[in-house]
């Protein structure tokens, strides 16, 4: 048998390591404690691989991982995955996005309660210097303090919940959530920033991403309260680190609680050298409980990612199919059908794809594009082209990918058309679904048509003369080649469109002695 290797790259919890040892189908290596140089060489046997944040999934890695089908990232942020990269090579990039909410939650608190008792500072005191002085450790509380969460989801909301249970005054700050998730909850809802900035206590809990490094940075702590206090367990650069140094310094921030860095590992840090900064080594993950859990779900994500079943939490798939509605999934079918027999006739560089979702299906022309991309590239560049990679392919040639929709579809009630411009011109190719799962091409070229899309079949454009049929059974008939269905179509100026259903392939010979007749316009052979 031939076995997928899963390659463990960094530490995880043995609960997880075990699943892998006993599953018989898979190849089990585990790198975690190898150099990260010499992980490039293992990692190019790599059906699948598992990574935490110590593991820079980045050009370097992905160009060593030749044979990567899917990469695991077992905890929540995916900021050191190189996303597009995975998705330019069609490499399927998932996380595990639950299984440390309660670690990383629980963590912010403590930060919160030891910024505000200077805890580990009044620890030391005692336990290392073994001095005795409780003047010396006046903190303040968290009842009644006003908190700013930055970002509520998953964490955010539950440290938001905490707080309510010390009876702070919270305030959630999240502008890609309805009002009433946090407002449910009864926690206060800004869309202003500056009400977050006006609070005693901030913290944040957002991805990593262009839109959020440095969201907090000098100009933002100069609105704060004097002796505000600021948590950050989500990602180090999310407060920029030299304004908080400077204003830690200063006296401005009275302390903050950090648990992440922008570069890590950080021993150091400016930050470390404070008096007024609670430091954790990114361990917001960091419970038995946690760890486990998410070793486990890695370990089974990644066996089930091996054998191609499922790719649970997948981050770059152009769609979530628990999100799509049963009547979508024959139209995703359909459409990359088109797309493939669109191109096959084109034969010639392509220049854009449009596609045109109507009706209901028009919420979901961005999955139909991403479908139609594979059906088009399937033609010239093979099957190497999937789901995940062929957006990215098509943007590479230099192919302009366009969506359009509209709620009137002429009598359907759901159609797509897919529009190809080529070097040569333009072809367009329409279908709808009748029932739950009967599909059929309407419309080629503008040409009314019925036929499934399935099997071999000559598409000729003809002048519309008498005696047309009869000449292309014959020329059909002479190579032994039986036709199983013929559909015509007449134009109104004087042309037809025949779709002609074969059980046999038309050689290029059959297509030239086609092309030689009198009334042939255009002629092209295509398969699904
Ligand atoms: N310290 C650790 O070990 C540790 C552990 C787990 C998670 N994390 C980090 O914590 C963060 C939050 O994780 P989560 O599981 O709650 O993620 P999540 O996806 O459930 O929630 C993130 C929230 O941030 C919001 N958001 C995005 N951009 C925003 C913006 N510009 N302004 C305001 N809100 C914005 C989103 O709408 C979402 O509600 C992530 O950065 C994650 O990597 C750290
Ligand atoms: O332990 C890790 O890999 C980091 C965990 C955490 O930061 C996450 O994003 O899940």
Known sequence: MNKNTIVVCDHIHEAGLNILQNTEDINYVYAADIDKTKLLDIIKDADVAITRSSTDVDEKFLNAATNLKAIIRAGVGYDNVDIDGCSKRGIIAMNVPTANTIAAVELTMAHMLSCM???????????????????????????????????????GHRVA???????????????????????DLGIKYTTNFDDILAC?????????????????????????????????????????????????????IAMAGIDVFKKEPATSHPLL??????????????????????????????????????????????????????FVKPYIELTQKMAFLLAQISKSEIRAIEVNAEGELGDFVDSLQTFASVGVLNVSSGLSV??????????????DLVTKSSSNCNGYKNKVTIKITTSKGVKTISGTVFGDEVQRVI?????????????????????????????????????GINISDFRLSRGK????????????????????????????????????
């Open 117 to 155: 008792r200077k805890f580990p500072y009044a620890h030391n005191q005692l336990k290392n210097d073994r001095v005795w002085k409780r003047e010396d450790w006046y903190g303040n509380e968290l009842y009644g303090k006003k908190l700013g969460v930055i970002g509520f989801g998953n964490i």
């Open 161 to 183: 919940l905490r707080a309510k249970g010390f009876e702070m005054d919270v305030i959630a700050y999240d502008p890609y959530i309805p009002s009433t998730k946090a407002t």
């Open 200 to 252: 005693d206590i901030i913290t944040i809990h957002t991805p990593k991403n262009k839109e959020t490094i440095d969201m907090i940075s000098f100009d933002e702590i100069k609105k704060m309260k004097d002796g505000v206090v600021l948590i950050n367990c989500a990602r180090g650069g999310l407060y920029n680190e030299e304004a908080l140094v400077e204003n830690l310094k200063s006296g401005k």
């Open 273 to 326: 050298d404070l008096p007024n900064v609670t430091v954790t080594a990114h361990l917001g993950a960091n419970t038995k409980e946690s760890q486990r859990e998410i070793s486990v779900q890695s370990a089974n994500n990644a066996i089930e990612s091996a054998r191609g079943i499922a790719y649970p939490n997948a981050l770059n798939l152009p769609i979530d199919e628990s999100k799509i509605p049963s």
């Open 386 to 399: 999937n789901y995940v990679n062929a957006n990215f392919i098509a943007k590479e040639k230099g192919i």
């Open 443 to 479: 419309d080629f070229d503008g040409f009314a048509i019925d036929i499934e899309p399935k099997g071999k079949m000559i598409i000729m454009r003809n002048k519309d003369i008498p005696g047309v049929i009869g000449k292309v059974g014959n020329i059909l008939g002479n190579h």
């Open 493 to 528: 100026d004087g042309i037809a469109l025949a779709v002609i259903l074969i059980d046999e392939k038309a050689s290029s010979k059959v297509i030239a002695e086609l092309e030689s007749l009198e009334a042939s316009i255009a002629i092209a052979y295509a398969e699904i």
